[in-house]
Structures are given as C-alpha cells and as structure tokens.
C-alpha cells in the first residue's frame, strides 16, 4: 500500500494558511475605529455627569428654599406661643400695631425683600430689620407678607429668593394661617 504524501500535505496548507490568516493582528485601521466609539462614549458619559451635578445643585438649592419658608413660617407661631410677641404684634411695618400686653414694642416685619440672616439681630426676631448683616445667607432674600382675615385669624405669607445653579433667580412662596390661640399642642 502506497501512500501519497505530497497529496495530504497539499491539503493541509490551505488550511494552514487560513488559521494563519485569521490569527493575523488588528489593523491601525480597526484600532482608530475603536478608539473613536470609545472616545464618543467617554465624551457621553462625561456630559452626562455634568448634568447631573447640575440638576443636583438646582435640587438642593430648591430644597434648602423650602425648609427656609417652612422654618420662617413656623416662627411666626412660636414666637406667638412663647409670647416673645402678641398675636396683635404679629404684622407687616405700617399697619396697625396693637403693643397692649406686649413685653416689648415692636414695630412690625418689613414688607420688601430682606436679605436672609441666620441671625435675629438684638430683638431676637428674624426677619426684621436689625437682623446681622453678618450672618447673610448669600443669594437668598426673604419677604414677609402678613394680612389679618380677621381679628382671630392672619395669614402669613414668606416668599424666598434663592438662585439656580446658573445663578438666575426664583422664588419659592409659603403660605400659612395665624389663629389667636396661644396654646400650643407641644407644651
């Protein structure tokens, strides 16, 4: 039995140069390709990490609005129930004070935008106009806007300007209702 050899190994390099051919390495072609989708998607996804931190920022600007309107609101109720002011003390500059009874006189809220302090000042009373000019939150602004229903009940309205995270200005209104009952669920 005779075998021929130069017939099976006429058929093994075909194959072998196929195998050869697709183990060959990546062209400079392919490789600027690749780098190009990748550099897109990198480019897309740093994009989207700025948006993110911006809507963030927006978010916590919001935020820190509305706990500042709801806290400005619940002073006006403490400071009727621990009597640091009447209930007939509890208005805007200019309009009818009633002092009787009070331990101390007080002329009123201002009824223009303020600069927001975290410090009341000497009279103890934020949002007046002797709060410390040091203590400003900066880019923020409060209104106090008081009108009396009627001789039991006031309505309290705190509205607070506050930036965006690109600096343009909002404002965030509260509103709140005033009785005349000093007793106080908390006590």
Do not use: C, W
């Amino acid at each position: 039995m005779q075998v021929n050899i130069s017939n099976n190994e006429s058929r093994r390099r075909p194959l072998l140069r196929r195998q050869l051919h697709s183990e060959s390495g990546v062209t400079i072609l392919e490789m600027v390709v690749a780098m190009l989708i990748l550099t897109i998607g990198l480019l897309g996804l740093a994009a989207s990490i700025g948006y993110a931190v911006t809507v963030s920022n927006k978010g916590r600007n919001l935020t820190n609005s509305k706990l500042l309107v709801v806290s400005l609101l619940e002073q006006m109720e403490t400071l009727r129930n621990t009597e640091q002011l009447t209930f007939g003390q509890i208005v805007n500059e200019g309009q009818t004070i009633d002092n009787t009874g009070a331990t101390r006189q007080f002329t009123g809220f201002p009824t223009a935008f303020q600069p927001l302090s975290n410090d009341p000042g000497p009279d103890g009373i934020l949002g007046t106009s002797d709060d410390d000019s040091a203590s400003v939150v900066p880019g923020y602004q409060r209104q106090v806007l008081i009108s009396l229903l009627n001789p039991n009940l006031k309505r309290v309205q705190v509205t607070v300007r506050y930036p965006d995270a690109g600096g343009q200005m909002h404002d965030l209104v509260g509103v709140s209702y005033l009785n005349n009952d000093t007793r106080s669920n908390f006590r």
